[in-house]
């Protein structure tokens, strides 16, 4: 599917397109629930909007956007779809004001466009489960990356120090996903929230050797570290091969991009920065994912994740 592809150019074509991802089995009441076809009629003729049905069990009427990021937005459903496949397929993300020309929305348009594209790339962790398993390899490690908005810079030697940055804590399951978290600082608690509940404690946890782990390692079937100070990055064992190379990519491919595609990024929004880059991360070429399954999956996703202007300020720490 390349750009000028019909639903990129054209709203019906688009609200069909999503009618056919989000409705395989014909529509939905997204207020009631009713799935039956012969208690929802389509509504046709001039006097209706396209794509309009009514539910005959509720009395409600409702369109395919309905309950979705896309709700309420004047924004035509193929700039829409065109922007959620940019998003989705572009490796380091793409800034506002290359969607602003792309689209031919405004810069504020694209920007909040993007946000509740974001907002859909959420993983839902509680139904996803946890990373790892018996027999499987977690990588933990953390980051530090852009200045806290609230804190004021604190230099140590000439550099800024830890603290005055924010902390991102991530993990990855090896050839499998990740999950990188914003949270207020990385401690050794703050840290052990976001493992146990994130990783199935039957996995092999690989850390570097940060004392945030020490502990929290034990309650994992096994705990191995590398001495990132000791100029060790590569351990090799018998059976294994102790790294966190593969978290290290994962954090190496998001700073790229924040820093080449995004340059500036309030501290309220790295939250779903983080969602972005994970999402893409989890259908990677990689894993055999191409650039449609992986749009298509992006539409099954944006249910139930409204973003309102009040809302979009507001901070998700872990
Ligand atoms: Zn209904």
């Known amino acids: ?9 054209d709203a019906d074509a688009a609200r069909i397109h999503l009618e056919a991802q989000r409705w395989p089995h014909g529509p939905n009441c997204p207020h009631c629930g009713n799935a039956d076809a012969t208690r ?30 896309f709700e309420r937005s004047k924004i035509a ?41 974001r907002e859909a790339m959420k993983e839902d962790v509680k139904s996803a489960g946890p990373l790892g398993g018996e027999g499987k390899t ?88 590398v001495k990132h100070t000791g100029g060790e990055y590569v351990r090799y064992e018998a059976d294994r091969v102790v790294h966190t190379n593969t ?3 994962v954090f190496s491919v998001f700073k790229r991009g924040m820093i080449g595609v995004y340059q500036h990024c309030g501290e309220a929004h790295l939250h779903r920065y983080l969602a972005e880059f994970d999402f893409r991360y989890n259908r990677r070429t990689a894993l055999k994912v191409s650039d449609n399954e992986r749009h298509d999956q992006l539409l099954a996703m944006i249910e139930g994740k409204r973003l309102t202007y009040r809302r979009i300020g507001e901070a998700d720490h872990a």
């Open 1 to 9: 599917m390349n750009l000028d592809h019909a639903i990129f150019q």
């Open 40 to 69: 929802i009629t389509k509504m046709e003729g001039k006097a209706h909007r396209p794509g309009l049905y009514n539910c005959m069990e509720c009395r409600e009427q409702f369109t395919v956007t309905v309950g979705t990021v």
């Open 77 to 117: 459903l193929n700039k829409w779809l065109l922007a959620t496949f940019l998003l989705s397929s572009s490796k380091k993300g793409m800034s506002s004001h290359q969607l602003h020309r792309m689209l031919g929305v405004t810069y504020k348009t694209a920007w909040f466009m993007a946000h509740r594209i």
């Open 138 to 225: 977690v990588e933990a490690d953390e980051t530090y990356f852009g200045p806290k908005d609230t804190v004021k810079k604190r230099t140590i030697r000439g550099k800024p120090s830890n603290s005055s940055k924010r902390s991102i804590v991530a993990l990855v399951e090896r050839g499998g996903k990740a999950r990188m978290f914003h949270v207020d600082r990385a401690t050794t608690a703050s840290v052990r929230d976001v493992l146990v509940r994130n990783a199935d404690r039957k996995s092999t946890l690989f850390t570097d050797e940060s004392n945030f782990y020490t502990f929290t390692g034990k309650e994992f079937a096994d705990h191995a570290t």
């Open 247 to 249: 978290i290290e990519g």
